[in-house]
């Protein structure tokens, strides 16, 4: 496992934007695909974005098709950070959002927990209507 920090979450308006950054430390952050998943109360996790490890030309990053052209998901190896910069925020937006790295994992398919060894502590986002 590595760790991974998320943060940037908070309460937003409908049709408004956050970012959050997951920050990763002690590992070739290069090496590694970045998730992003989110867990509303009474549902099951969900991935979110997904962006394959630097260098990987495989069509990635992956978006769930309810997030897709409004969520971006970018990477800064120099600061060892993954963002998800979020826009047009909807209430069905609001969760718990998760980040989890893999070594090697390629995201140009829909990507699922297991996929997943190592995972941030979560950051609220909730958007009012």
């Known amino acids: 496992e590595v760790p991974l920090v998320e943060s940037g979450g908070g309460l937003v308006q409908a049709g408004g934007s956050l970012r959050l950054s997951c920050a990763a430390s002690?590992?070739?952050?290069?090496?590694?695909?970045i998730g992003w998943f989110r867990q509303a109360p009474g549902k099951e996790r969900e991935g979110v974005s997904c962006?394959?490890?630097?260098?990987?030309?495989?069509?990635?990053?992956f978006y769930v098709g309810s997030v897709k052209d409004r969520f971006t998901i970018s990477r800064d190896n120099a600061n060892n950070t993954v963002y998800l910069q979020m826009n047009s925020l909807k209430p069905e937006d609001t969760a718990v959002y998760y980040c989890?790295?893999?070594?090697?994992?390629?995201?140009?398919?829909?990507?699922?927990?297991?996929?997943?060894?190592?995972w941030g502590q979560g950051t609220q986002v909730t958007v009012s209507s």
């Open positions: 002690g590992f070739t952050f290069d090496d590694y695909a």
């Open positions: 962006i394959s490890s630097s260098g990987i030309n495989d069509g990635s990053p």
């Open positions: 989890a790295a893999e070594y090697d994992l390629l995201c140009h398919r829909p990507f699922a927990i297991n996929d997943f060894s190592s």
